[in-house]
């Protein structure tokens, strides 16, 4: 019997545990021509607000040892054209479509839901309380339990889809923060966003992002968002889905060994556009090694070690 890797969640059937996060993979148009979407469980959109963003300015992008560091700021179209533009391509997707939604206040996020929720093409609601790289929103809601209470209960009341919570982790405990969302009604946690750092350019004397600090992601991370995700999987009982540093599949393994139920690949997708049909591969043929039934039975195991 062939090693099963999809995945049953939030009511919906994963070919995969594999979804490209938010911020890497553009609305879908991006890799069409590079990627087997069939390959992959989902992809989440990069982030809607209500109006348009420029975002920072250049340079908003540095390389640095296993890393990227970012400083885009959510540039993006807005909601009415992502509605009028993007939105149309979604059922040429042959997997599901998550839109990532960011705000600068309460309103904005619920704006943004109600306007979104009619629409079948959209498999789930990633709610963004994390980006370090804007001076409104983002996380400065992600770094404050009541406030992220009150903004999933909120979205609660009004979404017809579900509504996962992409965390910070950028915070002294984010199993509080975890807790807050699940407490409030969230159905799941994106566990974890970007990590806050910087580079310095010698020459010049002067940091490298204009915007001085951006979000650091790549394999660096990886043991960082890993430790994130096993604190996580202790403190609450909503599924996981884990980001962090995963470009291989011995990555999503340690990931749902930690208790992640799906796993986010970014960063990787820019060096190798076609790196997550390598990742189905070598979980098929490790799986098959393994004699394994379903990967999901692997969910949690490093906690019972």
């Known amino acids: ?46 982030a809607v607000t209500m109006e348009p963003r420029a975002g920072n300015k250049p340079q908003r992008l540095v390389e640095t040892p296993s890393g990227l560091l970012n400083a885009i700021g959510l540039q993006n179209e807005g909601l009415k054209t992502f509605i009028e533009d993007k939105l149309p391509n979604f059922e040429n997707y042959s997997c599901k479509v998550w839109v990532n939604i960011s705000g600068a206040s309460f309103e904005e996020y619920e704006h943004i839901v109600t306007e979104l929720n009619p629409f079948d093409s959209i498999s789930v609601f990633e709610i963004n309380v994390s980006c370090p790289n804007v001076a409104h929103g983002g996380m400065n809601f992600g ?37 807050s969302a699940e407490q409030a009604g969230a159905d799941g946690l994106t566990v974890a966003n970007t990590f806050l750092g910087m580079a310095i350019d010698t020459e010049k004397r002067k940091p490298v992002l204009d915007n001085v600090t951006g979000g650091l992601s790549g ?33 999503v393994l340690e990931f749902i ?42 969910r949690g195991v490093a906690h019972d070690a």
Not at 13 to 29: D, I, Q, R
Not at 226 to 245: D, E, F, H, N, S
Not at 257 to 264: E, F, Y
Request: net charge positive.
């Open 1 to 46: 019997m062939p090693f099963d890797i999809s995945v049953e969640l939030f009511g919906q059937k994963y070919a995969n545990p594999l979804v490209m996060a938010s911020g890497t993979f553009g609305c879908g148009e991006v890799y069409k021509d590079f990627l087997d979407y069939s390959k992959i469980g989902a992809f989440v959109t990069k």
């Open 143 to 179: 770094t404050s339990c009541n406030d992220i209470g009150q903004l999933t209960s909120s979205l609660k009341k009004i979404s017809k889809k579900p509504i996962i919570i992409k965390l910070t982790p950028n915070v002294t405990n984010i199993a509080e923060m975890a807790i």
């Open 219 to 251: 394999p660096a991370i990886k043991p960082l968002a890993l430790r994130c995700v096993y604190q996580v999987y202790k403190a609450v009982k909503i599924p996981i889905i884990a980001c962090g540093g995963i470009s291989n599949h011995n990555d």
């Open 257 to 298: 060994m930690a208790g992640a139920s799906l796993v986010q690949i970014g960063t990787a997708v820019f060096k190798y556009p076609r790196c997550p049909e390598e990742i189905e591969n070598g979980l098929l043929k490790w799986g098959k090694a393994k004699n394994l039934n379903n990967i999901s039975e692997l």
